[in-house]
């Protein structure tokens, strides 16, 4: 009996575990096909649902002044702001952004800590030490205090979005949330 294993001079026994896993390969082979196609009918679908939900509702409703509403099947839509923040990292921004912070009433967000040359550390007794000021501010702790200044959690606005700097990268996503 001639077939496709004899080049490897296999017994029959041998031959029937090859094709059972040559016949199974082929099936996961099927199986992946079958999954790739359903993840691009769900990566479509979340798209078209994602584009409706961001864009298309929140904006119909902000222009008909709605902020939720009761859907006749049950569940309920209703606006959803998203805020994000992003400060800029570099040196000069990071001045920039301590210096806008402590101007607007947020320098307690502001992390403090010194280095100290290696040159100078027997003047560390003395007055007037050189020293590099290093500042930190937490993002999500940023991201708050800039929420409650425009005043998306107290209610009470004391600046406008317009008015924090560009450095900080601060914006405002509105979106639909479906309750179901």
Not at 3 to 17: A, C, P
Not at 99 to 128: C, P, Q
Not at 141 to 164: M, N, P, Y
């Amino acid at each position: 009996m001639s077939d496709q294993y004899d080049y490897l001079k296999i017994n029959e026994t041998d031959k029937g575990v090859l094709k059972n896993l040559s016949e199974m390969g082929e099936q996961l082979k099927q199986l992946k096909l079958e999954m790739l196609a359903a993840e691009a009918v769900a990566e479509t679908a979340k798209k078209a649902y994602e584009h409706y939900a961001n864009v298309v509702i929140p904006q119909e409703m902000f222009s008909a002044g709605v902020d939720s509403i009761s859907l006749t099947t049950g569940g309920k839509l209703s606006l959803k702001h998203n805020f994000y923040c992003q400060p800029n990292k570099n040196a000069e921004d990071r001045k920039k952004i301590v210096k806008w912070l402590r101007e607007n009433g947020g320098g307690h967000l502001i992390a403090h800590n010194a280095t100290v040359s290696a040159e100078d550390m027997d003047k560390l007794a003395a007055d007037n030490i050189p020293f590099i000021e290093n500042t930190e501010v937490n993002t999500a702790s940023l991201k708050a205090f800039l929420k409650d200044k425009i005043g998306a959690t107290t209610g009470v606005q004391q600046i406008e979005i317009a008015d924090i700097p560009a450095y900080i990268h601060f914006y405002e996503v509105t979106t639909v949330d479906l309750e179901v």
